[in-house]
T-cell receptor, first 112, second 113 residues
């Protein structure tokens, strides 16, 4: 089955800890995205990548980092600099032709 | 002012009703318009995709785009309890690189028996 997988489903972060969220796609899409979703605020773009080994900051990149070493994978690290990390994180991919984005199931990050 | 405005609801309707969900936007460069359905604690699922103005129908769902008024709508006919979800509008155009989408905040819909 083609699609986007995210892991883990739930993640707990301790104070001062960096955590990494996984996103994998087998749709052969060039572009991948990370969003953060908070209640009442819709989806906000954290980082996006149009091609391997290249990525750009979105609207709320502070406290986050990404890498794009493989076409299929776009992991997101939530660093200790992100002071309010509790949210639902969504990964998406697209063919990059100004068309649609397809989303993974999401990871819920909670702070202990 | 946000680029995309969407009434957050919640909107509650009886089963079988026609539902109208709407978004307005301010950026005239938007040309691609989408509707996503998101069930609680799940990722958004693409429902409808429209390019430029006009109507598009898929089963019980109809998407309308009026670029002159900067207004898009999603109609759901014969609504079912399984349609209870949050509906997000999204759009993109020539305003930025990387095929970035601008989302509305979502409308929460509840279809009651």
């Amino acid at each position: 089955d083609g699609g986007i997988t995210q892991s883990p489903k739930y993640l707990f972060r301790k104070e001062g800890q960096n955590v990494t969220l996984s996103c994998e796609q087998n749709l052969n899409h060039d572009a991948m995205y990370w969003y953060r979703q908070d209640p009442g605020q819709g989806l906000r773009l954290i980082y996006y990548s149009q091609i391997v080994n290249d990525f750009q900051k979105g609207d709320i990149a502070e406290g986050y980092s990404v890498s794009r070493e493989k076409k299929e994978s776009f992991p997101l690290t939530v660093t200790s600099a992100q002071k309010n990390p509790t949210a639902f994180y969504l990964c998406a991919s697209s063919t990059g032709d100004r068309g649609t984005q397809y989303f993974g199931p999401g990871t819920r990050l909670l702070v202990l | 002012q946000k680029e995309v405005e969407q009434d957050p609801g919640p909107l509650s309707v009886p089963e079988g009703a026609i539902v109208s969900l709407n978004c307005t936007y301010s950026n005239s460069a938007f040309q691609y318009f989408m509707w996503y359905r998101q069930y609680s604690r799940k990722g958004p699922e693409l429902l409808m995709y429209t390019y430029s103005s006009g109507n598009k129908e898929d089963g019980r769902f109809t998407a309308q785009v009026d670029k002159s008024s900067k207004y898009i709508s999603l109609f759901i006919r014969d609504s079912q309890p399984s349609d209870s979800a949050t509906y997000l509008c999204a759009m993109s155009g020539l305003t930025g690189g990387g095929n970035k989408l601008t989302f509305g905040t979502g409308t929460q819909l509840k279809v009651e028996l």
